[in-house]
Nanobody
Framework: QVHLAESGGGSVHAGGSLKLSCVVS????????LGWFRQVPGMERELVAT???????KYTDSVKGRFTISRDKVKNTLTLQMNSLEPEDTATYYC??????????????????RGQGTQVTVSS
């Protein structure tokens, strides 16, 4: 059974940092593009960052230079290091997995699986 489990969300002041983690189980880790997206109630889902099995990353413009996505094939874990957080980063963050390109990332990816989400709140 496929399972993606996020953790690491919380509440911070602007300028602070958080590190999100997503433990992936039940699927061949190397065969999937992995990514983070975020959702604010009443707004469209926003793709934040992706990483393919070869380590290539892509970020939405608003987080470039502040967020870093990485994946650990030993621990089957995806992480998102978020620095210099801004109130506009407040959202529920989800990790997702897309197998369409066998480890590469489509643009945009279509996630076959996603986690339950973790809340990030940034106060000014």
């Amino acid at each position: 059974q496929v399972h993606l489990a996020e953790s690491g969300g919380g509440s911070v002041h602007a300028g602070g940092s958080l590190k999100l983690s997503c433990v992936v189980s039940g699927l061949p880790f190397a065969d999937y593009c992995l990514g983070w997206f975020r959702q604010v109630p009443g707004m469209e889902r926003e793709l934040v960052a992706t990483i393919d099995n070869y380590g290539q990353t892509k970020y939405t413009d608003s987080v470039k230079g502040r967020f870093t996505i990485s994946r650990d094939k030993v621990k089957n874990t995806l992480t998102l290091q978020m620095n210099s957080l801004e109130p506009e980063d407040t959202a529920t963050y989800y990790c997702g997995a897309d197998r369409r390109w066998a480890g590469g990332c489509a643009d945009p990816p279509v996630f076959d699986y996603r986690g339950q989400g973790t809340q990030v709140t940034v106060s000014s």
